[in-house]
């Protein structure tokens, strides 16, 4: 990096260069490993809190809704996900497929789009996205996440929709949204050790 700017798109193993060793394989999971890191998504949709959705679901298609700000949810979907619009979560939110939403959307927690690694925003409309945003292309050539192919590959973060719509890091978001991955008191599988944001 050497004080020269970066974007995702041509430079993305820069991320990598800048955390260290033990910060890449923080929590047991080993960041810059697609199979490490399809274990986490296996793991949070094994958490007996966690609510899972089939491949192509909406938001409206979960039970009991997306979450408040007092009752926060783990989500998991098994692939395509599609936040409708004017909807709200809260919690941890995580698709292996394709996540896509118009403007006018706010989530508060934590967003794993590990798998495919592609999130889309397109549509008019303003809406902000506090506390932290993953997305990791874990999928291999045959863009199955979970094969015996998976390797790291190009994710996509795609904003080109209108409107004043944010995505900002709080760190209380996120250990709220930490929390609930907590059978015990003490048990936490995630681990902020680090941020950095590449554009």
């Known amino acids: ?3 020269k700017s970066v974007d995702a798109s041509t430079h993305m193993d820069d991320i990598a260069k800048a955390m260290t060793p033990a910060q890449m394989t923080s929590a047991g999971y080993n960041l810059n490993d697609a199979a490490s890191l399809n274990q986490l998504v296996n793991d949070i949709q094994a958490l007996p809190q966690a609510v899972t959705v089939a491949d192509g679901a909406q938001s409206s298609d979960v039970p009991g809704g997306m979450g408040t700000a007092g009752n926060q949810k783990v989500i998991v979907a098994n692939g395509d996900f599609t936040l409708s619009p004017a909807q709200s979560s809260f919690g941890i939110l995580v698709v292996k497929g394709t996540l896509t939403f118009n ?3 706010n989530h508060t927690g934590i967003i794993m789009v590990i798998g495919d690694g592609v999130m889309i925003r397109h549509g008019g409309g303003n ?3 506090s506390g932290a945003v993953w997305i990791a292309n874990t999928a291999g050539a045959d863009g199955v996440p979970g094969t015996a192919d998976d390797a790291m590959g190009a994710s996509v973060l795609n904003t080109s929709g209108g409107g004043a719509s944010n995505v900002q890091y709080c760190s209380s978001a996120v250990a709220n949204a930490l929390s609930l991955t907590a059978p015990t008191p003490t048990y936490s599988p995630l681990v902020v050790k680090s941020f ?3 554009l």
Do not use: L
Request: net charge neutral; no cysteine.
């Open 1 to 3: 990096m050497d004080g």
């Open 103 to 105: 403007g006018n959307i």
């Open 127 to 129: 809406g902000t996205i």
């Open 196 to 198: 950095r944001q590449v």
